[in-house]
């Protein structure tokens, strides 16, 4: 065990450990219940050491003498867990940081899915008969107008460049405060109308209708939910091996 001097030393060193291991363990459960969300009230069955659960590995702790050899100093046997305590810590860092980032992007996502029509992805709303396809020299854009505005549009769009074609505003669908519309005009001109609808306040959305890339970003968000629910099933508190649960 080394000399009485080495002991008062080590004494110092492992309430140290115990700070860190106690600060790591904390962060742990905390991450834990951030990615249970709506299952948080289940933190308490996800919380497994060694595939035993909280009160029975406390109550039967047993030291474990392959990972923590007793033939070691006392002084090794710190340094070992120490270790063990900073990659564990590390690990999580690198683990929130990957959910959280797989988070805010599913975030918005959503937030486009369900904010106004100045903002909200157009995928789910429009659909290819509002669109003329495939022309070599037409174009059909989306314009949000204020609803205020509606017979401003209706009387004004046709005269904001000179190759609209007559007749060809379509209302899309409505929210509380904006119209949807679509247009079609020859695509050389479609610089000069953007530019006379921002004057007018009229948005024009940057929305190109194309039914590989809506079907790639609808596949892109079902990949993002798989990988961020791999990032809590199951859920395991540290237990020596990083092939098991979440390290």
Same mark, same amino acid.
């Given at each position: 065990v080394g000399t009485l001097d080495q002991l008062v030393g080590l004494s110092d060193d492992l309430a140290k450990l115990d700070s860190a291991a106690e600060s790591t363990t904390r962060k742990l459960v905390q991450y834990f219940a951030e990615v249970l969300e709506e299952e948080r009230d289940k933190l308490a069955d996800n919380l497994v050491i060694g595939n035993k659960d909280m009160h029975t590995y406390i109550t039967r702790f047993q030291w474990e003498g392959a990972k923590y050899p007793l033939k070691q100093s006392l002084k090794v046997l710190s340094e070992i867990i120490g270790k063990q305590i900073t990659q564990i810590d590390n690990d999580l860092r690198t683990k929130a940081t990957a959910y959280n980032s797989l988070k805010n992007q599913l975030n918005q996502i959503d937030r486009k899915a369900t904010g106004s029509l100045v903002t909200k992805e157009l995928t789910d709303i429009v659909k290819a008969d509002d669109f003329v396809l495939n022309s070599e020299y037409l174009q059909t854009i989306c314009v949000v107008v204020p609803k205020l505005m509606k017979k401003e549009w209706e %009387?004004? /769009? %046709? @005269?904001l460049a000179d190759m609209v074609v007559p007749g060809s505003s379509r209302l899309v669908t409505e929210d509380g405060d904006h119209s949807l519309y679509t247009v079609t005009l020859f695509k050389k001109?479609? !610089? !000069?109308? =953007? #530019? #006379?609808?921002?004057e007018k306040k009229f948005i024009v959305r940057d929305f190109v209708y194309d039914e !590989? @890339?809506? =079907? $790639?970003? =609808? #596949?892109e968000r079902d990949k993002l939910v798989q990988e961020k629910q791999r990032q809590y @099933?199951? +859920? $395991? +508190? /540290?237990d020596g091996d990083p092939k098991n649960g979440v390290f």
């Open positions: %009387a004004t /769009y %046709a @005269a001109v479609i !610089e !000069e109308y =953007k #530019n #006379n609808c921002r !590989e @890339a809506m =079907k $790639h970003g =609808k #596949n @099933a199951p +859920l $395991h +508190l /540290y």
